[in-house]
């Protein structure tokens, strides 16, 4: 069974770096195929997608935060953290990391987390 | 970047009526080379995650209820719920995963008329 869970500061404020953590049990990131995406939501929003890591280290951004944005894997620790610098409230969101289907070329995210809320204000 | 647009953007159905939900984007989503729609559709309940429920455009996924269905190919998709069930009103997505920025459609409310 997979599960992931995510995990980070509830209330940043305006220019602070977000760290979250994707915990996750049930595959493995050293396997060829497999991948973690990220995901938000602010409040009553659609999602949007912000990046993937895959098995082999690639990375993949959503272009308009590219620039703010980092992923990283400990693949022995089963922990994806992703890193968004430059926080503003317009970032308040729920936050969620998802299993990416475990097949190379095919990036549908079929298991999610609950996801973490994070709030920006001074 | 690929554009996904819905429509409606809410829908309300009587209990075992049906629901159609129409996807469209900005190009097409098709590819050639293995004659693959790279298009899936989420749905989120209120409170919760996002669920895949169909991938492929058509495929659906594992536990999902044969009342749900997903139609259409390159630019233009349907997510069609033949009977509706109270367990259902949720927000419809569309999303496209056929160029890297995986772009999300805005949402369809479901609910229960």
């Known amino acids: 069974q997979i599960t992931l869970k995510e995990s980070g500061p509830t209330l940043l404020k305006p220019t602070q770096t977000l760290t979250l953590a994707c915990s996750f049990s049930g595959f493995s990131l050293g396997t060829s195929g497999a991948g973690v995406g990220w995901i938000r939501q602010p409040p009553g929003r659609a999602l949007e997608w912000l990046a993937f890591i895959y098995w082999d280290d690639e990375k993949r951004y959503s272009p308009s935060l590219k620039s703010r944005l980092t992923v990283t894997k400990d693949t022995s620790k089963n922990q994806v953290v992703l890193t968004m610098t430059n926080m503003d409230p317009v970032d308040t969101a729920t936050y969620y990391c998802?299993?990416?289907?475990?097949?190379?070329?095919?990036?549908?995210?079929?298991?999610w987390g609950k996801g973490t809320t994070v709030t920006v204000s001074s | 970047d690929i554009v996904m647009t819905q429509s409606p953007d809410s829908l309300a159905v009587s209990l075992g009526e049906r629901a159609t939900i129409n996807c469209k984007s900005s190009?097409?989503?098709?590819?050639?080379?293995?004659?693959?729609?790279?298009l899936g559709w989420y749905q989120q309940k209120p409170g919760q995650p996002p669920k895949l429920l169909i991938s492929?455009?058509?495929t659906r996924e594992s536990g999902v209820p044969d009342r749900f269905s997903g139609s259409g190919s390159g630019t233009d998709f349907t997510l069609t719920i033949s009977s509706l069930q109270a367990e259902d009103v949720a927000v419809y997505y569309c999303q496209q995963c056929y160029d890297r920025t995986y772009t999300f459609g805005q949402g369809t409310r479901l609910e229960i008329k």
């Open positions: 190009q097409s989503v098709l590819y050639t080379s293995n004659n693959k729609n790279y």
């Open positions: 998802a299993h990416k289907v475990g097949l190379r070329g095919v990036n549908y995210m079929d298991v």
């Open positions: 492929w455009a058509s």
